[in-house]
């Protein structure tokens, strides 16, 4: 299966970034109120996530934008530096420094992710998109658009919210979720096997048309329900292109003396680098042709893409794994589908703002909690525990840790489980024993076979092994198949060479230096 090239998949493309524009303008939207910025600094982020980034990146099938993981650290940043355009001096700081940890090659650290807790963070992700989708679905908005920590920014938790949403439903909203669930679940499991029409016209096209129609259905008093224009989305209207262009804020570059600048730029540049390595490689395994994407070029871009938003008035700009997997779940095939995404967040914002805000949300978490079942199918969760508990352990762990704290903190926990199973790999396979030889003169040659690479973890196993060896034997210490022993090894085995001689041991050793 080749890999498609850009233009290639011009149809799959073009409908995919369709999906991808309509659910990111919320959460552009739901990330700048969280960040204490100003509305359209969230637009400005998307815009050039998609069309700057996208161009720039190596990425296939990821959606940059504003990422949920800074809304706090962007929030206390401008409070404490006094004024937005101060902060926008933050961010192209920051973009300077991901370009040059790009050419410093430091996008290695995005191998050393497992597999386990990558996938982990895509189920978890899946469930989180569930769960915070659920208020929005019933019409209770009181958390914004991309919350996925535990503790939301309204107060409440993940599950109070559910608690609170299903004590004050919103009928309307409620029948436009229950409506847009049943066209998808239809459209994808019956419709688009039957006729090649509604593999080209997506679902999630139908869901929208289908809410609007039902917000204006309200509006002019056909139905009799009711939305707030907080159950819709809400873009800033320009009244013109005078009043488009008057929303651009640009930074002020005197501060740039100051620690606390310094300070935040870095932060930004660390965590924004961070979620990019995890998304990128999320994506990557989510990918149906196994792409594999350069990190460090994608360190890169995203430094371009915040050295831009930041002069353009815009937030940290991160790869973000939600929008990466609405792509890939509606057939993105190229990374044209994140920059035609881009380019009809531009658009919108000039000329069809006024249409956009008639979404009700409700239609938008139907499409997100189909794309969170496909992260988090129960195949996937069956497929790990088949894999023993080495796979399944840090898998579950960074499951839990993503709903019950944040993105980042959840990944730690993951690594945590992770770091220790391959620690403890590491302390029992540090050898093997040969079977046991008895000589004519009733001497028992024990073989003991270094592993390729020997670390101190090793020590404790290896000297337990030696010591179990009776006395009145031979025993043989092989290296040749080592590369690397420790110097804590080395001292053991020199050290057991003369304990041996009490009990009348004796030690060979081969190819050991």
Partial sequence: MHAPRLFQEFKSDLSASIVVFLVAVPLCLGIALASGAPLFAGIVAGIVGGIVVGIASGSPLGVSGPGNGLTVLVASAIAMLGSWPQFLTCVVLAGVMQVIFGYLEAGFIAYFFPSSVIK??????????????????????????????????????????????????????????????????????????????FQVLQGSLVVVFTGIAINYGIRMGFLNLSLAPDHLVNIPVPENMAGFFGQFIFPDFSVMTRFEVWKIAFLITLIASLETLLSVEAADKLDPYKRVTPPNRELKAQGLGNIVSGLCGGLPITQVIVRSSVNIS???????????????????????????????????????????????????FKQMYAQGSEQFVPFVATVIGLLTTDLLTGIAIGMVFGIFYTLRNSYLNGYSMKDIVTSQDGRETHHLVLAEVVSFFNKANILQALEAIPANSTVIIDGSHSKSIAQDVVEVIKNYEQSAKIKNIAVKKINFA
């Avoid at 992700?125 to 915070?132: A, H, N, Q, S």
């Avoid at 949300?361 to 129960?378: F, M, N």
């Fill in 330 to 380: 509606f057939g993105g095939k190229t990374k044209l589908s994140a920059i035609l995404h881009g380019v009809f967040i531009l658009i919108s914002a000039i000329t069809l703002a006024e249409v956009l805000n008639m979404i009700p949300l409700a239609s938008l978490a139907a499409i997100l909690i189909t794309v969170g079942y496909k992260l988090a199918r129960p195949a996937l």
């Fill in 120 to 197: 982990g963070m895509l189920a978890g992700i899946g469930l989180l998109i569930i769960l915070k989708q659920i208020p929005h679905a019933l019409g209770y908005d009181r958390d914004f658009e991309g919350d996925f920590s535990f503790l939301q920014a309204s107060g409440e938790t993940t599950l109070s919210a559910i608690g609170n949403a299903v004590q004050a439903i919103t009928p309307a909203a409620l029948l436009i979720s229950l409506l847009s669930l049943a066209i998808l679940i239809l459209w994808e499991t019956v419709l688009m096997k039957k006729h090649k029409l």
